[in-house]
């Protein structure tokens, strides 16, 4: 029996799809990661917007269409938020967000025990609707395990949050973290060369527990690996979480959720929090790391942002100069208050906004992939791209080189190049 991993949306994801394979692989099962033939597929979803849903059911059809005999199993935000939506053929399990691997691997125990089926109704469905409110830790099988080189490190799960537009509070569940000891383990025991810190919230992390984010940046400075930081909200943003990653080696880069630059829109948001102070959190980074890449999220056409809240959006985007931002048009999702309480704005409003936030995108990563030609960067190279090997320096500037994979090279910062710079080994 070959089974395949399809994982769509987040790191988070990612990382629980390799903790599925370690898990099935610990039991003799030929599991692996990727859209290619074989007999079980299991479909990771997503649905952060209505069109990562979408996209998620369409998976479905693809793995018909390479194996028409193939059996499906389903988990994920998607089917935890709408499993009838893939009670479709060859799909024999429906699970969600909480022991993924665990309700994988019962599933496919099952498989031999499963009537054929040949309508809707002869299949076995199943919605797992308890959150996994145990953080302690996976099993020693169960530690994600990456063929790729760069590997994602789980420190939470759920979200307290409930921002106004966000569904993933309800898929989630609240938010719980893993112990320290144990998150150490796992790096320990990674031997991957970048280790990307990652969660629901890792803003939170700790806070459920008596620990904190600094604590455990503190705890993992010893490992070896290359340490980057997932999403992190502003408040994370201190003194002590900045030294702790200054003193343990971590990548300057950081990818600080703004979502609009109006504060008006930001309390219709349940943002707590107002630019003035998510600007004081911008220029703390850049005083301790004066480089550092700054990239964030923005929710363009919000029902209540008006063309002049989206132009005091755009001047505060340019005030902070991120490195690279990622433009979202508004996705209403069902369940969440702004779903209930707002009309969503004209597409063609929300497009042209789009489209204008695109332009000030590319002007100012432009100008941060300017400000660092003709300087030497530790790139991680990993894939092959445009007849280029590429990596990421450290501070998340894309590089085009010729340095081999799979190791991290003292390259040159030469000219810009598509989405990022060319660059020659030193």
Same mark, same amino acid.
């Given at each position: 029996?070959?089974?395949?991993?399809?994982?769509?949306?987040?790191?988070?994801?990612?990382?629980?799809?390799?903790?599925?394979?370690?898990?099935?692989?610990?039991?003799?099962?030929?599991?692996?990661?990727?859209?290619?033939?074989?007999?079980?597929?299991?479909?990771?979803?997503?649905?952060?917007?209505?069109?990562?849903?979408?996209?998620?059911?369409?998976?479905?059809? @693809?793995?018909?269409?390479?194996?028409?005999?193939?059996?499906?199993?389903?988990?994920?935000?998607?089917?935890?938020?709408?499993?009838?939506?893939?009670?479709?053929?060859?799909?024999?399990?429906?699970?969600?967000?909480?022991?993924?691997?665990?309700?994988?691997?019962?599933?496919?125990?099952?498989? @031999?025990?499963?009537?054929?089926?040949?309508?809707?109704?002869?299949?076995?469905?199943?919605?797992?609707?308890?959150?996994?409110?145990?953080?302690?830790?996976?099993?020693?099988?169960?530690?994600?395990?990456?063929?790729?080189?760069?590997?994602?490190?789980?420190?939470?799960?759920?979200?307290?949050?409930?921002?106004s537009y966000c569904i993933i509070p309800y898929l989630r569940?609240?938010?719980?973290?893993?112990?320290?000891?144990?998150?150490?383990?796992?790096?320990?025991?990674?031997?991957?060369?970048?280790?990307?810190?990652?969660?629901?919230?890792?803003?939170?992390?700790?806070?459920?527990?008596?620990?904190?984010?600094?604590?455990?940046?503190?705890?993992?400075?010893?490992?070896?690996?290359? @340490?980057?930081?997932?999403?992190?909200?502003?408040?994370?943003?201190?003194?002590?979480?900045?030294?702790?990653?200054?003193?343990?080696?971590?990548?300057?880069?950081?990818?600080?959720?703004?979502?609009?630059?109006?504060?008006?829109?930001?309390?219709?948001?349940?943002?707590?929090?107002?630019?003035?102070?998510?600007?004081?959190?911008?220029?703390?980074?850049?005083?301790?790391?004066?480089?550092?890449?700054?990239?964030?999220?923005?929710?363009?056409?919000? $029902?209540?942002?008006?063309?002049?809240?989206?132009?005091?959006?755009?001047?505060?985007?340019?005030?902070?100069?991120?490195?690279?931002?990622?433009?979202?048009?508004?996705?209403?999702?069902?369940?969440?208050?702004?779903?209930?309480?707002?009309?969503?704005? $004209? $597409?063609?409003?929300?497009?042209?906004?789009?489209?204008?936030?695109?332009?000030?995108?590319?002007?100012?990563?432009?100008?941060?992939?300017?400000?660092?030609?003709?300087?030497?960067?530790?790139?991680?190279?990993?894939?092959?791209?445009?007849?280029?090997?590429?990596g990421y320096t450290p501070n998340y500037i894309k590089v085009?080189?010729?340095?081999?994979?799979?190791?991290?090279?003292d390259i040159k910062l030469l000219k810009l190049y598509k989405?990022?710079?060319?660059?020659?080994?030193?």
């Amino acid at each position: 029996m070959i089974v395949k991993v399809v994982t769509l949306g987040c790191k988070v994801n990612q990382c629980e799809s390799a903790s599925i394979v370690a898990t099935l692989k610990s039991k003799n099962i030929n599991a692996s990661e990727g859209l290619e033939p074989a007999d079980v597929y299991i479909l990771n979803t997503c649905s952060v917007t209505a069109e990562a849903d979408k996209k998620s059911r369409q998976y479905l059809s @693809k793995m018909r269409k390479i194996n028409p005999t193939c059996n499906i199993i389903v988990v994920g935000c998607s089917s935890q938020n709408n499993a009838n939506k893939f009670a479709q053929n060859n799909v024999i399990a429906i699970g969600g967000t909480s022991n993924k691997s665990d309700f994988a691997l019962k599933s496919i125990k099952n498989i @031999k025990n499963t009537p054929k089926y040949n309508t809707i109704s002869d299949r076995i469905l199943y919605q797992n609707t308890e959150f996994n409110i145990n953080m302690s830790g996976y099993c020693y099988e169960q530690y994600p395990k990456y063929e790729r080189t760069r590997a994602f490190v789980k420190i939470q799960d759920g979200c307290n949050r409930f921002c106004s537009y966000c569904i993933i509070p309800y898929l989630r569940g609240r938010s719980r973290s893993r112990g320290i000891d144990d998150i150490l383990k796992e790096c320990k025991l990674n031997e991957s060369k970048e280790l990307v810190i990652t969660g629901i919230d890792i803003s939170a992390y700790g806070k459920d527990n008596g620990s904190s984010l600094a604590e455990l940046l503190n705890a993992l400075s010893g490992i070896p690996a290359r @340490k980057r930081l997932g999403s992190l909200e502003c408040e994370a943003v201190t003194d002590e979480v900045l030294c702790a990653m200054r003193e343990g080696g971590y990548c300057p880069h950081f990818h600080l959720s703004l979502q609009s630059g109006s504060d008006i829109v930001l309390k219709s948001m349940n943002r707590r929090y107002d630019c003035e102070y998510y600007y004081s959190k911008v220029k703390l980074i850049r005083r301790y790391f004066p480089n550092a890449g700054i990239t964030t999220d923005v929710i363009v056409g919000f $029902p209540t942002e008006t063309e002049d809240l989206f132009e005091e959006s755009c001047r505060f985007i340019e005030k902070c100069a991120f490195s690279d931002i990622h433009v979202f048009p508004y996705s209403s999702r069902t369940g969440t208050l702004a779903h209930k309480k707002y009309k969503t704005l $004209p $597409p063609e409003n929300v497009k042209a906004r789009v489209n204008k936030l695109l332009e000030i995108k590319s002007r100012l990563k432009s100008a941060f992939l300017f400000d660092n030609l003709n300087t030497v960067a530790s790139v991680y190279v990993e894939d092959f791209e445009n007849g280029y090997n590429v990596g990421y320096t450290p501070n998340y500037i894309k590089v085009y080189s010729n340095a081999p994979c799979n190791d991290i090279h003292d390259i040159k910062l030469l000219k810009l190049y598509k989405d990022g710079v060319i660059g020659e080994p030193i």
